[in-house]
């Protein structure tokens, strides 16, 4: 599977504890499985306990229109009987109970209670950033890039196709081309086939599209990965399934392309719905930046948008899908595109060499023609309307070319933000079940809320991020406590495969060793005038004036004067 060795471990812990003595049998135990799969014994199970069982239930889930308007209408009826039913002392004991609880929520710890939580000292914290473990080199003309380290004869390949060669208006094609390969058939095999193929073989195939922004250049790199985990011995697999996969896919399977279709837009649907910050902060950053443009195109709400109208019209679209599915493999799948990213040691990399060439060697040349990627810069402050009882409010900008660089700081900043400002007036005060900001190298900030009751107040609060910053004050055991919080989401225990997706990240966006030990070393040497300093960031990014909402439509509505355009999340 996906992470065999995490996956054997759990599995041994369970039988160690359910059965002590299951090391002393194990060989009968899988020679048993081993008979019974000769014999029937599985296909017995599923017939006995799946297609003969006579216990079922049937669910029936019928949307209502406006049901969450009904229901609010409803509450609000019933919470002014209550009232109306409550004598003058009963009511003023709830304003006495309601002012108390604010009181208690508006009162820190006191100093004494804090102090009595062990904490670590900054001497405490490695001073010097984790390294780097790539190396750029070159197998029969394709550019590699190594990760080199211990991987337990895991090999972990990344095959990956730059998508400037794909023109804008068919990038929608490229996020719907990662859902369909592997999941059509093939010249040799049905997709079921193929997946059994890919699982006896290997701990798995997945195809993914992603974008770096370049650091050192300007710009970003977008990028189709296809990505491989097998043992050494069965690298030459992972390169032949792919040249199977990326070149002889059929895709006139008509109803097998408008099952997975649905399927996407389902997902889609689903994810938008429960990552509705992400989507938010998605779609505010895609009015200026051009990485979450392409980002939208690709992924977000556009992409939605995309497929919804993809399934809607599928009858009389289907040959302009399949035709633009056709037109973006034949741009991306050439030799002169192709770029290998490999993460094992020493023993894994010598097998690479021959395997690599059961790929590149089957690819054509390409045109070399490329196709920017630019952000509208439009300010469209959009609102997206949805059943949901509750909001994701985001608040956008841009601080590159502000004249305030990045620094490692703004991590701290994040920490302190998120624990601190936000927590306490969006979360404590104001009922939102998680708040969020973030400051990127490329000179991106955003502010988010997660399930919020509100939508106007929280942007009150946001806008007053920049005196809280401008005016911060912290003992430094609060520093401290906030430099961990910082350092923990840096220094995260990386399993092998992790190590080289952060390698990769890096010699993408042109992330030099020395750039993450200034910004570690930034990081640890912050004090409180340090963080004032960066009021300015956050003045840029909250008076930016750009945002976006995913959620209720009636709290939506009541502000409506907030955004330029307002429009259901889906067509559904």
Not at 70 to 83: I, S
Not at 425 to 438: E, H, Q, S
Request: hydrophobic share 35%; with cysteine; proline share 3%.
């Amino acid at each position: 599977g996906f992470a065999p060795q995490k996956m054997n471990v759990k599995i041994f812990e369970r039988f160690r504890h359910a059965c002590d003595d299951f090391f002393k049998k194990k060989g009968e135990f899988f020679k048993a499985l081993k008979e019974g799969a000769g014999n029937g014994y599985f296909e017995g199970l599923i017939k006995k306990y799946l297609l003969d069982n006579p216990y079922e239930a049937l669910v029936i889930l019928s949307p209502e229109r406006n049901m969450t308007a009904r229901l609010e209408a409803e509450t609000a009826e019933k919470l002014a009987e209550y009232k109306a039913g409550l004598s003058n002392d009963e009511i003023l004991d709830l304003v006495r109970q309601t002012k108390e609880l604010k009181e208690y929520q508006d009162t820190p710890s006191t100093k004494e209670e804090l102090e009595l939580i062990p904490l670590l000292g900054r001497s405490d914290m490695e001073p010097e950033a984790a390294k780097l473990i790539f190396s750029e080199t070159e197998v029969d003309g394709i550019t590699v890039v190594r990760h080199d380290t211990f991987t337990s004869g895991i090999g972990y390949l990344k095959v990956l196709f730059d998508t400037s060669r794909v023109p804008v208006q068919d990038l929608p094609y490229v996020g719907l081309l990662k859902a369909v390969l592997g999941y059509v058939d093939t010249a040799r095999h049905t997709y079921g086939d193929l997946s059994s193929e890919i699982f006896l073989n290997s701990g798995g195939v997945s195809f993914s599209v992603t974008a770096f922004p370049d650091l050192k250049n300007g710009g970003f790199t977008g990028l189709f990965a296809a990505s491989v985990r097998v043992l050494y011995e069965k690298l030459d697999f992972g390169f032949e399934i792919l040249k199977e996969i990326l070149t002889e896919s059929i895709l006139e399977d008509e109803k097998r392309l408008r099952e997975i279709l649905n399927e996407v837009r389902s997902k889609s649907q689903m994810r938008l719905m429960s990552s509705g910050h992400t989507a938010a902060v998605s779609r505010a950053t895609s009015y200026f930046s051009d990485v979450s443009y392409y980002n939208e195109i690709t992924a977000g709400i556009d992409y939605f948008q995309s497929v919804e109208q993809w399934v809607r019209e599928f009858d009389s679209k289907k040959g302009e899908i399949i035709a633009g599915l056709k037109r973006v493999m034949g741009a991306l799948f050439t030799r002169d595109n192709m770029t290998v990213s490999y993460t094992a040691d020493d023993r894994g990399f010598s097998f690479l060499p021959e395997a690599l060439k059961k790929l590149s060697q089957a690819l054509p040349e390409g045109e070399k023609k490329t196709y920017a990627v630019k952000a509208p810069g439009i300010r469209r402050n959009e609102g997206f309307t949805s059943s949901s009882k509750v909001n994701y409010v985001a608040r956008c900008g841009s601080f590159a070319g502000s004249g305030y660089p990045y620094t490692g700081v703004l991590r701290l900043l994040k920490v302190a933000l998120n624990y601190d400002y936000l927590w306490i007036n969006l979360r404590v005060k104001g009922g939102a079940y998680g708040c969020m900001c973030g400051f990127s190298p490329n000179g991106t900030g955003y502010f988010t809320s997660y399930r919020d009751p509100n939508l106007k107040e929280t942007y009150d609060v946001y806008e007053g991020a920049v005196d809280y910053v401008k005016n911060y004050e912290a003992d430094e055991r609060t520093m401290r406590k906030f430099i961990i919080g910082a350092v923990s989401g840096v220094d995260v225990p990386l399993g092998a495969s992790d190590k080289g997706a952060r390698s990769l990240s890096a010699w993408l966006t042109h992330t030099s060793y020395e750039k993450l030990e200034k910004n570690r070393y930034e990081l640890l040497h912050a004090d409180v005038e340090t963080i004032r300093s960066l009021y300015g960031i956050v003045d840029v990014v909250v008076h930016s004036g750009l945002r976006c909402v995913v959620g209720n439509a009636g709290k939506i509505q009541e502000n409506k004067d907030m955004f330029q355009k307002i429009e259901p999340l889906t067509g559904a």
